[in-house]
């Protein structure tokens, strides 16, 4: 059984910084890739960036272009998120899934990712 597990949010400044994991475990990073959706209070879900497995290849909704960054570490297991210049709006519980990389930008929005961790919520605070 395939789990995903995300951590490394947090309360913050606006301006600072932060770096999310997503730890996968149950099996081998056998999936088309793994995306970053978010979904604050009383809005729809947002797919924010996505690498592809194979060939480390990255996609980023243009909201997000120019401040968040996704890398993996294979050997470990994990994907990371890096948000830089946090803004108010990022705030919001932040979701690892795995999935093809084409689900994550809009219109999907993550919709059809099959695996899914439990999320680890930001929020940033002016």
């Known amino acids: 059984q395939v789990q995903l597990v995300e951590s490394g949010g947090g309360q913050v400044h606006s301006g600072g910084s932060l770096r999310l994991s997503c730890a996968v475990s149950g099996g081998p990073l056998s999936f088309e890739g793994i995306g970053w959706v978010r979904q604050a209070s009383g809005k729809a879900r947002e797919g924010l960036a996505c690498?592809?497995?194979?060939?480390?290849?990255?996609r980023f909704a243009d909201s997000v272009k120019g401040r968040f960054t996704i890398s993996k570490d294979s050997s470990k297991k994990t994907v990371f998120l890096q948000i830089k210049n946090l803004k108010s709006e990022d705030t919001a519980i932040y979701y690892c899934a795995t999935g093809p990389c084409s689900y994550v930008p809009l219109p999907l929005g993550g919709r059809g990712m099959a695996h899914w961790g439990k999320g680890t919520p930001v929020t940033v605070s002016v």
């Open positions: 690498i592809e497995m194979d060939d480390d290849t990255k």
